[in-house]
Each structure stands twice: as structure tokens, then as C-alpha cells.
């Protein structure tokens, strides 16, 4: 993963890439136990996000450092790297938002927890509840602070829905 940290951080710092924060499963391992995952995916924030190929720049410059894609992702050492454009407000806050870890002296931005559970809770699939449950189980988030974050992106009632499901009368 040390590899994949210091490819974002040098596109940010050559302006392929804004910003950019790591979330979903990798992102999930900061918190909790590790989960099984076939790949990174990590939130971008670019320069042009109505570009009709949005990505293309991203590919050439990680192709010019000869990291190929495979698919939807480009090959980062061993590790398949989908790269994707923030699409929501939501995305877009908890890329701004987004903690800065150390990777064995690397810094690399990581999707908070809370805001991990929400971007889970807007997708809302069975695996997606899987992983609030889990950051809940480990104290990783706070339920007030999830409410706030749901509440600003128009997901209340999901959140509603889910407590209503998952927690213990």
C-alpha cells in the first residue's frame, strides 16, 4: 500500500489530482479487523469533473510511471487501484474531511469513520451494513455524528431505517 500512497501524493503534487482520500474496505482496516478486498478504491477530487473522460488524464499519468490498467483499475504493485471521481456532496465532504494516517512514513488521506458509514449506508447493500455494524461493534463511530452527516446529505431516513433494523429494542 506504501506504493499506491506515494503515487496520490505525487499526483496531487503535480496536479493530476486535487485531493483524494482512500475509502471502502482498505479504508475499513484502519478501523476494524481486517476485511477481505480484490482491490483500493480511492475518491478523487479533479481539476475537471464534468469532463467527458474524467479519468483519461489520471490513466496517462499513472501510465507515464508505468502503472498499467487492468480493468477497472490501474495495477499499483500488488495492488489493483480503482480510482474514482468524487460524485456527491457527500463524497466530496469526507474527501475534505478525510484523516491523514502515516504508512510506514508515508502519509496517506483515509476516509473518516463516520463518514465511511454514511458513504456505506447511501450505497446500502448488505455488505455495506456489514461494515457500519462492524465500525459500530468496535466504537470506530459515533451514531450522533453519523446522524449529523446523514441529516446534511439527505440520507435521515436511511439512517432511521437502519437503526430501526439493527439495533436492539
Request: proline share 4%.
Amino acid at each position: 500500500m506504501d506504493e499506491v500512497a506515494k503515487l496520490l501524493n505525487r499526483m496531487v503534487e503535480d496536479g493530476v489530482i486535487l485531493d483524494y482520500a482512500v475509502f471502502g474496505a482498505v479504508a475499513q482496516m484502519r478501523y476494524t479487523e481486517a476485511v477481505t478486498t480484490l482491490d483500493a478504491d480511492i475518491l478523487v477530487t479533479v481539476s475537471n469533473p464534468e469532463a467527458i473522460d474524467v479519468l483519461g488524464p489520471l490513466y496517462k499519468f499513472c501510465n507515464a510511471l508505468g502503472y498499467q490498467p487492468e480493468g477497472e483499475a490501474i495495477r499499483v504493485g500488488t495492488w489493483p487501484v480503482q480510482l474514482i471521481p468524487a460524485f456527491d456532496g457527500l463524497t466530496e465532504e469526507a474527501i475534505r474531511m478525510a484523516e491523514t494516517a502515516d504508512l510506514d512514513g508515508t502519509p496517506i488521506r483515509v476516509v473518516g469513520a463516520d463518514y465511511l458509514a454514511v458513504i456505506a449506508l447511501s450505497v446500502g447493500r448488505a455488505k455495506d451494513f456489514a461494515r457500519i455494524l462492524s465500525l459500530r461493534e468496535v466504537g470506530a463511530v459515533d451514531d450522533k455524528q453519523i446522524s449529523a452527516i446523514a441529516g446534511r446529505h439527505g440520507l435521515a431516513e436511511a439512517w432511521l431505517r437502519f437503526q430501526e433494523k439493527f439495533d436492539e429494542a
